[in-house]
């Protein structure tokens, strides 16, 4: 068997065994995670994400090696900064449709299996795409700048997941129990089925992760494709993924209550797109062109960015955000601060 194939095999064993054990005998009862449940399965996840890239690391033979390994890393760390930031969607979406907290983890579970099977299509797509057409480089790095600005000038909005046109088309297809938050995300009353609340926040958390892949895909690809070959390995890249997308579950239970602390995360994130759509750019130059009446050809020669330094640009940036954030604090009270984890409310079934 082809070591490549067999990394693969790997990888899948890994998901499938934690997701069985999380699904069929840890969560088997819905229950309230506890803080220190949620910091534990975080740690371990974080855990097997990092022996997963330090086992990529002597295998240059085989096609890995150091190089992919610290790609690897870099991306897992883009997409879990990234994660964090949509962890607060999240939690507003759980508030607005008064999803109790037993119910959230079997939501985030299977929010993040659909998401796993997205991202797959997303990165596959995305791969095969700069590969075959390497000036999308240009496109995505473009992207992510554009992206990154928008992020920094962009203002704390309110998000009211009731109003929105997405639920209002799933009513007009599926009758909905609004009464109803869970367990279950179907219930049969009088021979007729009806959706319940909890898979209307299940299609929110859907949606919302491929809004958010539109950001966090390019962001990986940046530092995963080797701007010279405009080749990516797509273990890397879906690896790099999946792994932060199943410890997100944990990490919201174990960050929902003092993520709205994290004031200037959002800038930090959006430095690092900045940083990441200008390095895939340069990588690749800019290509010649005439200078008015000069008739002089200009052209800004590629510089290639060392996966290290990257990986240590993206560490500072999230260090100094997160440091700024706890040495800073919001001024206005803790009573104002939105609540991430509500109360089980008793109007629910």
């Given amino acids: ?37 949620s910091t534990i399965w975080s740690g371990i996840w974080i855990a097997i994400a990092l022996a997963f890239g330090a086992a990529l690391w002597p295998l240059g033979e085989h096609g890995f090696g150091p190089v ?24 507003v979406i759980f508030s607005a449709l008064k999803i109790k907290r037993e119910h959230q983890h079997k939501l985030l579970f299977w929010g993040v299996f659909g998401a796993l099977a997205l991202r797959a299509v997303f990165i596959f797509a995305g791969v095969s795409l700069i590969e075959h057409f390497h000036w999308l480089m240009y496109f995505f790095g473009g992207l992510l700048v554009f992206t990154g600005i928008k992020l920094l000038l962009s203002s704390e909005k309110e998000i009211d997941p009731e109003k929105s046109r997405i639920i209002r088309i799933v009513k007009r297809i599926l009758p909905v129990k609004p009464e109803i938050g869970g367990p279950s995300f179907f219930v049969h009353i009088d021979g007729k089925r009806y959706a319940t609340m909890l898979f209307i926040a299940l299609i929110l958390v859907e949606i919302t992760d491929v809004i958010f892949a539109v950001d966090s895909i390019p962001a990986v690809l940046g530092v995963a494709v080797d701007p010279d070959s405009g080749k990516a390995d797509t273990l890397v890249v879906y690896a790099s993924n999946a792994f932060a997308i199943m410890g997100l579950r944990s990490l919201y239970f174990a960050l929902a209550g003092i993520i709205a602390l994290f004031r200037f995360l959002k800038y930090g994130l959006a430095v690092i797109l900045c940083f990441v759509g200008v390095k895939m750019v340069g990588g690749l130059g800019i290509p010649a062109f005439e200078l008015g009446p000069l008739d002089v050809p200009q052209l800004m020669p590629s510089f290639k960015l060392p996966i290290a330094a990257s990986l240590g640009v993206i560490g500072a940036v999230l260090g100094i955000s997160i440091g700024l954030s706890l040495l800073l604090p919001r001024k206005r009270p803790v009573k104002d601060e939105p609540k991430l984890l509500p109360e089980p409310d008793g109007r629910q079934d």
Avoid: C, K, T
């Avoid at 499938?16 to 840890?26: G, R």
């Avoid at 883009?78 to 939690?91: H, K, M, R, T």
């Fill in 1 to 37: 068997m082809d070591f490549h194939v067999l990394m693969w095999v790997a990888f899948g064993v890994i998901i499938a065994v934690v997701l069985a054990l999380d699904l069929f005998v840890l969560h088997r009862d819905p229950h309230v995670v506890s803080l220190r449940e």
């Fill in 68 to 91: 992919r390994a610290q790609q690897y890393l870099a991306a897992y760390v883009i997409e879990l900064a990234l994660s964090v930031d949509n962890l607060f969607v999240f939690a």
